[in-house]
């Protein structure tokens, strides 16, 4: 095997190993985070056990777990059992925890009891990012991810889904009945294994009816019309990607656009875009500290209360207007097909005719106006 680069022995033993610090150098990630994380109050931030208890057994240090934890972030890291794996096996993970390897349902506990006082640690490194000069500050871009949870599409229902399997089980019901009536009437009795299976089957389909009656008494009390068996907050979504949508949470994030840093994230149950524009845009804009924000999101932020209250905040937002009228669709004309004249406050229609606001009224808070021309329009044969 010549000519290759000779590669060395796992058997040989060596008088003096390297150390660690050798295999980290020093443009590493890993020496930011742990210079980062060495440097927060994580009292003051509200973090769990930061003082150690004078009995018992002792725990992993918060620091530790935190560092852990970014670093997990950083790469994407995302399962307790995957960072459990890698704090054994990583050469950087093992530099930064120590050579501490906690178990998965130590890292799963200290992410839920700490879930607050992470945010409060992730908002100060933005602010350090600020101060370094690595946030924009002047435009940002949001947009929202859908996550599944570990809730299943079986175990989340609606009142459609429960009629749905409601009305299947039952109809399963009644066909197990009718086979053990045709069972009775055959001149031939059918062998006994086969009658304690059909018996036994319809015994756990009327079991199956009486949980569904149950999960419909919850229902009633569900505020959003929605209940998940495993993850209590988990919500359907629709999502452009999966006709069946997902079962999971919507995670809204405002990303700088030079250095394309998070700056602000917030985790909703909710599946529609459209309410979030106004409060990630003026989280947005606490965390960057720019006295104006302009603001970029796609056509399901649009929502007009919320563009004029961003207005007002002096954030910018431009967002498309998205087209939801069925006009088109019917063979009619659109909204987009009239020209607004601002001076005479009146609109041009396709025809050329003159449309003068003849009325105004208000619905669900927002004032309509209403513009047409009664002799014009009643002649209109479009």
Same mark, same amino acid.
């Given at each position: ?7 060395s ?10 150390c660690?610090?050798?295999?980290v ?8 985070i ?73 890292i ?5 009891d700490n879930?607050?006082a992470?945010?409060q ?10 101060a ?19 809730? $299943?599409? &079986? /175990? ?5 889904? *429960?009629? =749905?399997?409601k009305?299947?089980?039952? #109809?399963? @019901? ?16 059918p062998?006994?294994? $086969?009658? &304690? /299976?059909l018996?036994e089957?319809l015994a *756990?389909? =009327?079991?199956?009816l009486?949980?569904? #009656?149950? @999960? ?24 452009a ?32 875009d ?23 999101a ?24 998205p ?5 088109r ?14 001076d005479?406050?009146t609109?041009r ?34």
């Amino acid at each position: 095997m010549g000519r290759f680069v000779e590669a060395s022995d796992s058997h040989q033993p060596s008088l003096l190993p390297p150390c660690l610090e050798d295999y980290v150098g020093p443009d590493n990630p890993v020496r930011v985070i742990d210079a980062f994380v060495d440097e927060l109050d994580l009292g003051a931030l509200g973090f769990t056990r930061v003082h150690p208890a004078a009995t018992g057994r002792p725990g992993y240090a918060p620091g530790m777990m935190l560092k852990l934890y970014i670093y997990g972030y950083v790469h994407q890291l995302t399962s307790s059992r995957k960072l459990e794996r890698e704090a054994g096996r990583n050469v950087e993970l093992m530099w930064l925890t120590g050579k501490l390897a906690p178990d998965f349902k130590t890292i799963a506990d200290f992410r839920h009891d700490n879930a607050l006082a992470i945010k409060q640690a992730c908002q100060r490194f933005i602010a350090v990012c600020r101060a370094l000069g690595l946030v924009g500050g002047s435009v940002v871009a949001i947009d929202g991810s859908k996550f599944r949870a570990v809730n $299943t599409h &079986e /175990r989340n229902f609606t009142k459609a889904k *429960l009629a =749905r399997r409601k009305a299947h089980v039952e #109809e399963t @019901i009644e066909q197990y009945m009718a086979d053990l009536d045709a069972a009775d009437r055959a001149d031939a009795a059918p062998p006994a294994a $086969t009658m &304690e /299976r059909l018996k036994e089957r319809l015994a *756990l389909l =009327r079991g199956r009816l009486v949980e569904l #009656e149950e @999960i419909g008494r919850q229902l009633e009390t569900a505020p959003d019309g929605q209940l998940s068996l495993t993850d209590a907050d988990a919500r359907a979504m629709a999502t452009a990607n999966d006709r069946h949508g997902v079962v999971g949470y919507n995670m809204q994030t405002a990303v700088d656009a030079r250095h394309h840093l998070v700056v602000a994230h917030e985790l909703t149950n909710k599946g529609s875009d459209r309410s979030q524009l106004l409060p990630m845009a003026t989280a947005a804009k606490i965390e960057t500290q720019a006295e104006s924000l302009t603001v970029l999101a796609d056509r399901g932020y649009y929502e007009g209360w919320q563009l004029r209250a961003c207005d007002e905040a002096g954030i910018t937002a431009l967002v498309p207007k998205p087209d939801t009228s069925p006009a088109r669709a019917r063979g009619l004309w659109a909204k987009d097909d009239f020209t607004y004249r601002p001076d005479t406050d009146t609109y041009r229609c396709p025809m050329g005719e003159e449309l003068p606001n003849r009325f105004s009224r208000e619905e669900d808070g927002k004032i309509l106006h209403f513009y047409f021309n009664q002799k014009a329009c009643q002649g209109c044969s479009s």
